[in-house]
């Protein structure tokens, strides 16, 4: 059963930085395009950023120059190290596959605030 889980949310002060971390079981991670996604409190998830297997990357404008997304398929690992964080990037933090989704993970918390 493929699962994701993700890590590396806190609290942080504005302008400050956190790196994510999504570890995926099973065999598809290699291949397949990943997502990170975020969800604020009363808002719908909407996509954060994007990789294909090859590294080429997507970002909302939101968040282009702030966030980078990046891979390491050897241990199936995603990440999103994001930097300049504001208080609106404040929301729980999750990963997909980006075509055939597989169930949610539990997230990973970030709050951005003094």
């Known amino acids: 059963q493929v699962q994701l889980v993700e890590s590396g949310g806190g609290l942080v002060q504005p302008g400050g930085s956190l790196r994510l971390s999504c570890a995926a079981s099973?065999?598809?991670?290699?291949?397949?395009?990943m997502d990170w996604y975020r969800q604020a409190p009363g808002k719908q998830r909407e996509l954060v950023a994007g990789i294909t297997s090859g590294g080429s990357t997507n970002y909302a404008d939101s968040v282009k120059g702030r966030f980078t997304i990046s891979r390491d398929n050897a241990k199936s690992t995603l990440y999103l190290q994001m930097n300049s964080l504001k208080p609106e990037d404040t929301a729980v933090y999750y990963c997909?596959?980006?075509?055939?989704?597989?169930?949610w993970g539990q997230g990973t918390q970030v709050t951005v605030s003094s």
């Open positions: 997909n596959y980006r075509y055939l989704p597989v169930a």
């Open positions: 099973g065999s598809r991670f290699r291949g397949d395009v």
